[in-house]
């Protein structure tokens, strides 16, 4: 398949015409479209998807509703269609492939899907294709299932990881579309289709041999068992049916909840900061009574350091009349002695009679210590107040509150701090949080885990049912063997259709998963030789894939390589698709939306190298951060067969220029 | 012993304008209550050796008694040991030591919320000097 | 780029059939693959199974005018 052209009227930001062209020199096979985020690129690879398939992708593979692809300024101006067309070749032929989307009439402006009729048109080498076969004819050369293969979404890379996680849901599905590249759905639906067919022989069957005497019972039994099956296969239906509602469900309600993690979360910081504030509301309220009780007592702090002084004044000058009080005894006493000595002639202390050569020396001791006596100022009352006052202030001193109070001031400051800290951030919560319903983001949490349970509980029975079907089919079995008790029997046309059924289902089921080996094979080498080219470690061995298509690098010595860069991601998601484009489907175009976002310079030379051998046509849509001018550009130049600018006009306008 | 003497005053009172800044201080609620500040006035004076004036007319009426602002005579105490009140019995002298601290307090809490930690430093500090 | 969906898909399926159904001729087998092959993308099973059914009948005819 090659495509011609694109031609867009009035499709997204591309009010009136705008027209892609595609390069067809296959030596020169790669159009590259520079555009800056949100001017038109996606809406490019949208354009063509719609063109064949009748949706567009928005952000994380929403579909956008259809009222909302045409041009908002077109619209307002009085235009009331929109229009794709592609032309291109396949198998051969020439094809014209238009899908036109028309406002109904009395719609001013559409506001839904349903204001809006749509009609599609396919010439294949200039004779109309009827309605009905267009779907059928496109899926000859671009399958829907395997179109993410080649309508590449560089922002879906990340899927790509998921692969890697065992039994990820994202990770089965893109399993299922893989083994669709690899023509897998054409065994599994014959294995599907022939086992209807074997239902309707064993239906036969069971007819038949209901009307052979001996085998009435045999067939009866068989009959039930039949029927039993086809009400588990039934149940099966409604149950998977359910079971992809619910998936759906709770999928949705975990994107919404995703989107309002924030809100969540910031509620509860919300909650936890007005807790906080009450908490510190009362701790300051506490803190204040506290504090005013210790302002009535703090006065004696601001007596205590005077009095303390004064105490210490008083300590001395008592300590100095106590040691005058000592000195007069001491002087009293020798006066005393020495009158005694005087008196009696002998020494009061030891005895001995006074000499009369002494006596004169002990008469002036005597005056002398009379003397000192009389120059001796003790004023014992002095004392006795000195003492009086030094008991009074020990009973007023030592009561003061000062530290404490100090500390509670200390306290509070700290809580007036941390209160006016936390209103800052509940006033910003607050403000953050205006136009949110919380209480709604509580139910949703609430009905995602209801629909969880739920899809649990679905599961169970849906493994229920699987298992009973399959008791079912083995009862059925026997009991055909049972029915075939000779020859005249098995020569019965029910029996043999059975025959040629059963064993032709046998086939089908054996060759998915021979199949499924081979090809597991097939996209690990050519994703290897892919990776290789691509990657800077010229000393990596490959890469190995795991039964799910998810790949892991081998370094040098054949060891996984555990950590992997965002790059490195990148590069074994593109490996991945190269590999697919190899082993998969009819040889086509690839057309990647900013696919290079996360790789380096040297990465993006190797890819850009790499790409155009990957593809029949290589259509890359970049912004000027991606591939860098000259500098990458050169490494394609000699493929380049075109390049386009997507240049805004306004907003809701873009125009593509040819450079 | 009693601090008392029958030539001191009965009741404590303030000018009428250093009344109203009494009861200011307590309506902003720099003090529990009115006392707290009448003492802590007292106190204040004391702290800084502060030889007050008289107090001005026109007076209010005896606002306390005596046991209401000293009931364990430690202020009176304090002025005896600490101040040369020039004959003049301590409760008077504490009436006019009243009548400046709370005029003082006044002016501290025109600056916000009364620093106390600020004051009981300042205190610490005089008390070395006097 | 080669196209290696057919050849893949149908080797696995006469590798299969050789072990699981070694007395259906090859022809059917290729016959049948080539109808599923056609309509593996289709959105409707009918066609599809009123052609198996057709083929699967016809070899039965065969087989049972053989016998006889």
């Excluded at chain 3, 599923?36 to 065969?62: G, R, V």
Aim: hydrophobic share 35%; glycine share 6%; with cysteine.
């Amino acid at each position: 398949m090659k495509l011609k052209r694109l031609s867009m009227h009035n499709f997204m930001p591309y009010k009136g015409d705008a027209v892609l062209e595609f390069p067809q020199d296959e030596s020169r096979n790669t159009l590259i479209v520079f555009g800056d985020n949100m001017r038109g690129k996606t809406s490019l690879l949208n354009a063509i998807r719609w063109t064949f398939y009748g949706y567009a992708y928005g952000r994380h593979l929403r579909k956008i509703s259809l009222h909302l692809l045409l041009n908002r300024e077109a619209v307002n101006e009085g235009a009331r269609k929109m229009e794709t067309r592609i032309e291109f070749e396949a198998n051969g032929s020439q094809y014209d492939l238009r899908r036109v989307a028309t406002m109904k009439n009395l719609v001013a402006k559409p506001e839904r899907p349903e204001d809006i009729q749509v009609d599609i048109h396919m010439k294949k080498d200039g004779a109309a294709i009827p309605g009905n076969e267009i779907d059928d004819e496109i899926n000859q050369f671009a399958p829907e299932q395997v179109s993410r293969f080649f309508l590449f979404d560089g922002e879906l890379l990340q899927e790509y990881e998921e692969l890697l996680i065992e039994g990820s849901e994202h990770g089965k599905e893109i399993k299922k579309e893989i083994e669709k590249v690899l023509g897998v759905p054409a065994l599994t639906n014959g294995g599907l289709h022939i086992k209807t067919i074997l239902k309707q022989a064993q239906n036969q069957q069971s007819t038949e041999a209901s009307k052979i005497k001996g085998l009435e019972a045999t067939a009866e039994r068989h009959q039930r068992w039949l029927t039993k099956r086809e009400s588990f296969e039934n149940d099966l239906v409604k149950l998977r049916s359910l079971l992809d509602d619910a998936r759906n469900s709770r999928l949705a309600l975990d994107d919404e909840l995703e989107k309002v993690e924030k809100i969540y979360s910031q509620k509860s910081k919300l909650d936890s900061c007005r807790s906080r504030c009450r908490e510190i509301e009362a701790e300051i309220k506490q803190k204040t009574s506290e504090r005013q009780q210790l302002v009535g007592q703090v006065w004696r702090d601001l007596l205590e350091p005077r009095l303390i002084a004064k105490q210490e004044s008083l300590f001395q000058e008592q300590q100095r009349l106590m040691d005058l009080n000592r000195e007069r005894n001491r002087i009293q006493l020798r006066t005393e002695q020495a009158r005694q000595y005087l008196t009696n002639q002998v020494c009061p202390t030891c005895g001995q009679s006074l000499e009369a050569g002494k006596r004169e020396a002990k008469e002036m001791e005597l005056e002398q210590l009379r003397l000192q006596l009389l120059g001796l100022d003790v004023d014992d009352s002095r004392l006795t107040d000195i003492t009086v006052q030094i008991k009074a202030l020990s009973k007023v001193i030592g009561h003061g509150v000062g530290e404490t109070l100090s500390v509670v001031d200390k306290d509070l400051a700290r809580l007036e701090h941390d209160l006016t800290k936390i209103e800052n951030q509940t006033e910003e919560l607050e403000k953050e949080l205006i136009g949110s319903d919380t209480d709604a983001i509580m139910k949703m949490r609430s009905r995602r885990d209801v629909v969880f349970k739920e899809e649990a509980r679905l599961n169970l029975e849906v493994e229920d049912r699987k298992n009973k079907i399959d008791e079912a089919d083995r009862e059925i079995r026997i009991l055909s063997q049972q029915m075939q008790p000779d020859d005249s029997h098995r020569n019965a046309r029910g029996t043999q259709m059975v025959g040629i059924c059963e064993k032709l289902h046998a086939s089908f089921l054996r060759g998915i998963e021979r199949l499924s080996e081979a090809s597991l094979q097939t996209v690990e080498s050519h994703a290897s030789k892919a990776f290789k080219a691509m990657s800077t470690q010229t000393a990596y061995q490959g890469l190995r894939i795991n039964e799910n298509y998810g790949l892991t690098i081998l370094d040098q010595n054949g060891h996984e390589v555990l950590l992997r860069s965002a790059g490195a991601e990148q590069i074994v998601a593109l490996s991945l698709i190269a590999g697919l484009s190899h082993a998969g489907r009819p040889a086509g175009p690839v057309v990647m939306d900013t696919p290079f976002g996360r790789l380096d310079t040297k990465h993006r030379k190797n890819i850009l190298g790499y790409l155009p051998n990957s593809a029949s046509q290589l259509i890359l849509f970049v912004h000027d951060g991606e591939i860098r001018g000259s500098d990458d550009l050169n490494v394609l130049a000699h493929r380049i067969g075109g390049q386009y600018e997507i240049k805004e006009i306004s907003p809701t306008h873009s125009v593509l220029e040819r450079r | 012993m009693s601090m008392y003497t029958s030539e001191d005053l009965n009741k404590f009172s303030l000018s009428e304008r250093v009344h109203a800044k009494l009861k200011r201080l307590q309506e902003e609620e720099h003090f529990p209550e009115m006392r707290d500040a009448y003492r802590f006035g007292i106190a204040l004076g004391l702290s800084r050796g502060i030889v007050p004036p008289e107090i001005g007319s026109p007076k209010s009426a005896g606002i306390y008694s005596i046991s209401q602002i000293d009931p364990d005579q430690s202020i009176a105490l304090a002025i005896n040991l600490l101040m040369d009140t020039e004959n003049l019995p301590p409760y008077r002298w504490a009436e006019r030591l009243a009548e400046w601290g709370i005029e003082e307090l006044s002016r501290e809490s025109e600056k916000g919320q009364i620093d106390f930690s600020k004051l009981l430093a300042e205190a610490k500090e005089n008390a070395k000097d006097i | 780029m080669i196209d290696t969906t057919k050849d893949m898909a149908l080797e696995a399926l006469l590798d299969a059939a050789r072990e699981e159904a070694p007395d259906l001729p090859t022809e059917l087998i290729k016959a049948i693959y080539q109808i599923e092959k056609t309509h593996q993308f289709s959105h409707e099973d009918k066609t599809a199974i009123d052609a198996l059914q057709k083929l699967i009948d016809e070899e039965l005819s065969n087989f049972q005018r053989g016998a006889q």
